[in-house]
């Protein structure tokens, strides 16, 4: 069996390979005070970056849950391939001076407060991506998306744990497929609203995503046909 590369299974989505070669983007301007980036000068793109690296962790997070109960060759490729290259594109974002959305001094990429009103919520919210600071608008948003994040796992690794064997490994691949497609749709809309920086490399992703779907497609009718 041909080996899988990183780049050749891994759809931008959640996987997003070429999205985040943010290389030659406008620094933003400082806010004094606090000595953090604000993105007011920086368009969507902090913003669009974070819900990148969201999309990302739910990626992660979801192959490594199912990384040892796969059974099928390339589908643990498929799983492994994910990971590796995410983790790779953490550090291409850092490289760039994005990380992982937090909030205040959390670290843990998980925005929590005591407030149980949704106004509340967002008042004084303030999320950093690296050190970038998002707008209190901005900030509500992104902190929806975390709380998101969380409840997509435990709603996926409740239902995956459920399985097992062909079942678990076709409801895998046909889980990536599907996030593939979305954060297919999410790049094209992306594009639209980002500088021409990122709007560059969202063009050079779209080709790399289409094939990725193409490769879950083709691991699906593996599967398919081996079911005796």
Do not use: W
């Amino acid at each position: 069996m041909r080996e899988i590369s990183r780049r050749d299974v891994m759809a931008a989505g959640a996987g997003m390979v070429p999205f985040f070669g943010l290389a030659g983007f406008a620094l933003a301007q400082r806010d004094d005070r606090s000595g953090r980036t604000t993105e007011s000068s920086m368009g969507h793109d902090p913003v669009l970056a974070a819900k990148l690296l969201i999309k990302g962790r739910r990626q992660i997070e979801a192959c490594r849950f199912a990384m040892d109960k796969l059974q099928h060759d390339e589908c643990k490729a498929f799983a492994k391939a994910e990971i590796d290259e995410h983790e790779h594109i953490k550090q291409q974002l850092s490289q760039q001076g994005y990380e992982f959305p937090t909030s205040g001094n959390n670290r843990s990429g998980v925005v929590t407060t005591g407030a149980t009103d949704g106004d509340d919520r967002q008042r004084g919210m303030a999320v950093t991506v690296g050190k970038i600071s998002l707008s209190p608008e901005a900030s509500g948003m992104i902190a929806m998306g975390l709380e998101v994040l969380e409840q997509c796992l435990t709603t996926y690794k409740a239902e995956m744990g459920k399985l097992q064997g062909m079942k678990l490994d076709k409801c895998f691949i046909g889980d990536q497929l599907h996030a593939h497609y979305e954060i297919f749709d999410h790049a094209m809309v992306f594009r639209k609203h980002s500088t021409r920086n990122l709007a560059t490399v969202l063009d050079e992703g779209k080709p790399v995503i289409e094939r990725h779907i193409a490769t879950c497609k083709q691991i699906m009718d593996k599967l398919e046909s081996s079911r005796g």
